[in-house]
């Protein structure tokens, strides 16, 4: 029900940013968060925005990873800058409607995903 758009291959050092609209439902007042995985690896939490607005994030990208959310255009973003090797991987979208608790850290929280877009960062 999540469709993610905005993923491709680019330099490090180099930005990308990812969005997330649903095809059906709103999700406006949903929490929603962005998950990652790399090959051979588990998912992993990358960044989550409540309804409100507030933002947490893993602690590899802070200050390079921004999360947003546009509810008129029911729309969720993640602004990627100062990419690394180490962000290559399948970048997931996902929805909450539970509160906010620190299952948003965590693929389980979340009941509502999206198939994927690739980010491959070039060294």
């Known amino acids: 029900q999540l469709v993610e758009s905005g993923g491709g291959l680019v330099q490090a050092g180099g930005s990308l940013r990812l969005s997330c609209a649903p095809s059906r439902r709103t999700f406006s007042s949903s929490t929603m968060g962005w998950f990652r995985q790399a090959p051979g690896k588990e998912r992993e939490f990358v960044a989550a925005?409540?309804?409100?607005?507030?933002?947490v994030y893993t602690d590899s990208v802070k200050g390079r990873f921004t999360i947003s959310r546009d509810n008129a255009k029911n729309t969720v973003y993640l602004q990627m800058n100062s990419l690394e090797p180490e962000d290559t991987a399948v970048y997931y979208c996902a929805a909450r409607d539970g509160p906010w608790s620190s299952m948003v850290f965590t693929p389980e929280g979340y009941g509502y995903w999206g198939q994927g877009t690739l980010v491959t960062v070039s060294s």
């Open positions: 925005i409540s309804r409100s607005s507030s933002t």
